[in-house]
């Protein structure tokens, strides 16, 4: 059972613990670096112009750049063992799914089953496959490691997305590099994983998410 790090947006309008402006997180980076720490409350809402408005950083990170927690997919708490069996979703060690599936079921998170909702409450949530193309098809990624010296847990690589929107082209997020947890063991860390809030299409074991490396991000089916 692979689980990936969650990212977050925030419904454009609404008024809720991951919104607000990019002020806070602009005035820690300097050339391309992040250069300050910061606690999780003060996680902001960006606004890129797109449809929906994105957190500036992972859910459970302690750092601008930092990986967060790792969830299975429709799971909203972190686990030391992310073993199939041990999945909410199925009783049958993954032959079958009760909740999420293509048979008739749910393809898109409930709100109790989204970890970004559940972890910081108010209309924070997960983004849709849709509005991860969205995010792709409006904004350049440029493929950057940050280094914030004593104040950063190390260094991370990642992507800087930024807005490609008149009037926001000054606006970005960045999607560090933390690789993916399975069974009781993280693993390439050298790419990004993240999921969506989508079931995969064709097949009910797999959800959607999005990966990327020192490559452009694309949208692939993962085990959930």
């Not at 689980?3 to 613990?17: D, E, H, Q, R």
């Not at 708490?77 to 079921?105: C, H, I, Q």
């Not at 990642?158 to 933390?178: E, H, N, R």
Request: charged share 20%; with cysteine; net charge negative.
């Amino acid at each position: 059972m692979k689980k990936s790090i969650l990212f977050s947006v925030l419904m454009v309008g609404a008024t809720l613990l991951q919104a607000q402006s990019i002020t806070v997180y602009q005035t820690y980076w300097q050339n391309g670096q992040v250069v300050k720490a910061i606690p999780p409350e003060a996680a902001q809402a960006v606004d890129l112009g797109l449809s929906v408005k994105w957190a500036n950083m992972n859910v459970g990170a302690t750092f601008l750049n930092g990986y967060g927690d790792y969830f299975a997919w429709g799971e909203t708490v972190t686990k030391y063992d992310y073993d199939r069996w041990l999945y909410f979703d199925t009783n049958d060690g993954g032959s079958t799914f009760t909740k999420y599936n293509n048979n008739g079921g749910k393809t898109v998170l409930d709100p109790e089953d989204d970890a970004a909702h559940v972890n910081w409450g108010g209309s924070w949530r997960m983004p849709t496959k849709a509005e991860w193309q969205e995010l792709i098809d409006n904004c350049t990624w440029e493929c950057i490691t940050t280094n914030g010296g004593e104040t950063i847990n190390g260094f991370v690589n990642g992507f800087k997305v930024t807005s490609k929107k008149a009037g926001y082209t000054d606006k970005f997020i960045f999607l560090p590099m933390a690789g993916y947890r399975n069974g009781r063991s993280l693993l390439d860390v050298h790419c990004g994983y993240y999921w969506s809030s989508s079931l995969y299409e064709d097949r009910s074991e797999y959800a959607r998410d999005l990966i990327f490396g020192w490559y452009f991000p694309e949208f692939t089916g993962r085990s959930r």
